[in-house]
């Protein structure tokens, strides 16, 4: 532990985050150990009553954004935690759509600052778990949670996913998934729990995430057999789950085709 790194003493987000890129020694640590102390010690457990995690190659933000605005528009309160930013910090950690105030994270930062004690938390682990503080504190119905890099042994994976969604997966960070397609997705199945429903972007997921879910008694929805999506040649498409009638729904508005893909997970997940 750096010894000369001191707590801002202005109440300043810019001068917390500063701080926060200085705590640990590390940029990345994939120890939840660490993680998860603070997280019990904060009394997080559970932040939401429905939890859903998002993880994958493609189309991670895209689809937990679009899982959170369709149940913000049946009538639930929303937590949405996705990574990096592009601008604002504030935009990682949003409540009903709304990037919370530089003041709740302030807060937060407080009270993970005086829980964590001793223990060292990298920029990442300090977001995840100041969403995590803000989703109990408003009282969200439903948090949303974008996996930051892999998912097995990312920040987000402390908390237990009711809901399971794998968007595309390809070759990505292989220092520290692995260089196959196979052990990159084992290692994105993990976020899937006991008991949970897993929905795949993928019609031919891989065999990591059959197994992982076989594994887990997770029940299974696979694009293209529990749930199907057509585009239609005016730019809308349909969607149909299980048995149920197919619907035809507006372009989604954003651009590229794969983006119907996201779009029909996302639809599962609701």
Same mark, same amino acid.
């Given at each position: 532990i750096? %010894? =000369?790194?001191i707590? $801002?003493?202005q109440p300043n987000l810019q001068s917390w985050l500063t701080y926060l890129e200085a705590i640990h020694p590390l940029s990345m640590d994939f120890k939840l150990a660490r993680i998860q102390t603070v997280y019990e010690r904060m009394n997080l457990s559970k932040i939401a009553p429905l939890i859903i995690t998002v993880a994958g190659t493609n189309g991670k933000g895209s689809t937990s954004t679009t899982i959170a605005n369709l149940y913000y528009a049946h009538g639930k309160k929303v937590g949405l935690f996705t990574s990096p930013h592009i601008t604002r910090f504030n935009e990682r950690i949003r409540i009903n759509l709304c990037e919370v105030s530089d003041e709740l994270l302030i807060e937060a930062f407080? +009270?993970?600052e005086i829980a964590r004690e001793e223990i060292t938390l990298t920029y990442f682990e300090f977001a995840t778990l100041a969403a995590f503080y803000l989703f109990k504190r408003e009282a969200v119905d439903v948090a949303v949670l974008e996996v930051g890099l892999g998912g097995r042994l990312d920040s987000t994976n402390? +908390? =237990?996913a009711d809901i399971a969604v794998i968007t595309p997966i390809g070759i990505d960070h292989t220092a520290q998934l692995g260089n196959t397609i196979t052990k990159i997705a084992a290692e994105k +199945?993990?976020?899937? %729990?006991m008991n949970a429903k897993v929905i795949t972007a993928e019609a031919t997921p891989n065999i990591s995430i059959i197994e992982k879910a076989k594994a887990e008694k997770a029940a299974l929805f696979i694009n293209d057999h529990a749930y199907h999506y057509e585009? /239609?040649?005016n730019g809308e498409f349909s969607y149909q789950f299980k048995d149920? +009638?197919?619907?035809? /729904? $507006?372009a989604p508005n954003l651009l590229g085709q794969h983006q119907y893909q996201n779009a029909a997970a996302a639809i599962t997940a609701l």
């Open positions: 750096q %010894k =000369d790194i707590m $801002p003493s407080k +009270a993970i402390i +908390a =237990d +199945a993990g976020i899937i %729990k585009i /239609l040649s149920n +009638a197919a619907i035809t /729904l $507006p």
